[in-house]
């Protein structure tokens, strides 16, 4: 099978590569899907209901000790360990199998920050250019979502309403009107009403896996490419090396499955559509594109800043849909820009004992009349935070761990800036005035100093006009080779505020329009 030649093979069966993969087969197109992970069907995700990790937010099923071993040091830089496999997914589908379903745009200032603010990078493209994809994205995934003043500049209309406020969110509006603030209903790729053959969303709160398929999986993409006859999927397959000649064109790609055979894939063109981590792992194993020391530099996430409180005159229900939808993005842009990075509020009513177990060390009987007095009366606020882009910050190999191949395992550090941390501050700041406003007592950060990561991973294959400072061009193609892309969220040059996802999608459908039409012509 792997012995055949594909005119498209493309690394990791994620929503990047779902799309791409679809794209082409639809027009006809000889693809491979080489996915690290294993398949897991809708009908069996009721079962993984049963081994879910309150604490990490991970279902067993995807990791593989031997094939996802990693090392981290961002302790000694940011003091609070980056756990990868917290939130790590490996699977046909990859992290969109349980992915909370935000699905927003970057804001036009994302692609321009250098020229509008004086810090990161800007974009080799811009805002305008990838609309059209973004609308594309929405529409091929299925979106909901409800216009408001602060959004991106759209085309088109969403394809399915946004989800209403709830009673407990409705409670915001009058503090945010005093406060001059204003609040949406988020877009989630979730359906508020029957699209694309997926029913409407049935509120079992279980949105990390979604029983119902409501949401949306890649995997959906990925067997409608393989439906067509034109894409060839090959799960549990490890890819390792990348072959380029002397004149920068692939000549193909070594893979091992997990139960050890080797296999050489040739195509006439190559996309690495895995994650920030693993793409930049890829290209390093295969001392490719990194002829300026870029490949893996500039890891940027979302820190999440978090802060909660307890209001003692009111009763909430929390987790009675699964996910909340109240935003803002009145901090987005602002009077400090200059100082400081992008940020997004978002609001929430669930508590989970078991967090504060974790951090506070509450147990038994301590634990349970902690739990008694703070369920329904929680009221907490995630700030999602744009991370700069930083050289120190970055993916290696770490030559003294090996995974069960032998090869040389990813190296971890995360390391923030003096914006970053500006931004952070400003960022608890902001939601302790809004909790304070609200009522609430007790106010706190939740976790050390209230940062936890949602497993964002950006920035390692940077996108670039200049060769010496990026890793891929403005088409996603490596830098001094010929047939070698990388699509991805490894390719931002910036992160700004938003959840990454639907920029994911956006990039990976212009992609497939460069390949389809320049293989044409």
């Known amino acids: 099978m792997a012995a055949d030649r594909y005119e498209l093979c493309i690394i990791g069966a994620g929503i990047a590569g779902a799309l791409l993969a679809v794209t082409a ?67 046909v589908g990859g992290s969109t199998l349980h992915w909370g379903g935000r699905a927003q745009r970057l804001m036009p200032s994302d692609f321009r920050t250098a ?38 500049p759209r085309s088109r209309d969403f394809p399915m309403p946004g989800f209403p ?17 204003e609040l949406y209903s988020a877009p989630f790729a979730i359906n508020s009403m029957p699209y694309a053959g997926r029913t409407s969303c049935k509120a079992y709160s279980a949105c990390n896996i979604c029983p119902s398929g409501a949401r949306y999986c890649a995997d959906i993409h990925v067997a409608e490419a393989e439906k067509t006859g034109n894409c060839v999927l090959l799960t549990e397959t490890v890819a390792r090396r990348i072959d380029l000649n002397a004149s920068g064109t692939v ?9 050890g055979r080797d296999l050489e894939v040739q195509a006439d063109r190559y996309v690495i559509a895995a994650h920030g981590v693993e793409s930049a792992r890829l290209l390093l194993l295969s001392k490719c594109g ?18 909660a409180g307890y209001v003692p005159t009111r009763q909430f229900y929390p987790d009675v849909v699964g996910f909340e939808r109240l935003e803002s993005m009145s901090f987005y842009e602002g009077k400090d820009r200059q100082k400081r990075g992008a940020f997004k509020l978002e609001f929430e009513f669930s508590y ?19 739990d008694q007095k703070l369920f329904g009366h929680w009221l907490g ?17 770490d030559s003294k761990a090996k995974d069960m191949f032998g090869d040389p395992v990813p190296h971890l550090r995360i390391a923030f800036c003096d914006t970053d941390i500006r931004t952070q501050r400003r960022a608890l700041q902001v939601a302790t005035e809004l909790l ?30 200049d060769p010496d400072a990026g890793v891929v061009d403005r088409d996603c193609r490596v830098h001094g080779t010929s047939n070698l892309y990388v699509v991805g969220s490894s390719v931002y040059p910036t992160g700004g505020g938003c959840n990454p996802t639907l920029t994911i999608a956006a990039l990976s459908l212009r992609l497939a329009d460069h390949l389809l039409q320049s293989n044409a012509s």
């Open 436 to 465: 304070q406003a609200a009522g609430a007592q007790d106010i706190r950060p939740i976790g050390p100093n209230g940062l936890s990561f949602p497993a964002h991973h950006m920035g390692t294959c940077r996108m670039s006009k």
């Open 115 to 152: 020229s509008t603010y004086g810090l990161g990078t800007d974009w080799p493209l811009s805002y305008d250019e990838l609309e059209p994809y973004y609308c594309a994205a929405e529409w091929e995934i299925g979106v909901s979502g409800s216009p408001h003043t602060l959004q991106a």
């Open 352 to 370: 989970d004992p078991l967090r504060d177990m974790e951090f506070d060390h509450l147990w038994g009987d301590a634990l349970a009349r902690h």
């Open 165 to 181: 406020f709830s009673p407990d969110e409705r409670m915001w509006l009058p503090i945010a009107q005093k406060m001059d603030i």
């Open 290 to 307: 990194n002829h300026s020391d870029q490949v893996g530099r500039n890891f940027m996430e979302h820190p999440f800043i978090k802060a």
């Open 25 to 91: 087969a639809r027009q006809g197109r000889k693809v491979l899907l080489v996915e690290a992970g294993n398949r897991f069907p809708l009908e069996g995700r009721r079962q993984l209901l049963r081994r879910y990790d309150t604490l990490g937010g991970l279902y067993v099923p995807w990791q593989h000790p031997g094939r996802d071993r990693y090392v981290d040091s961002s302790g000694q830089s940011i003091g609070y360990p980056y756990e990868l496999e917290r939130y790590r997914a490996k699977g």
């Open 381 to 397: 606020i995630n700030v999602e935070t744009e991370m700069q882009g930083n050289a120190d910050s970055r993916v290696t190999l």
């Open 251 to 259: 000549t193909r790609i070594h893979a091992t499955t997990l139960d």
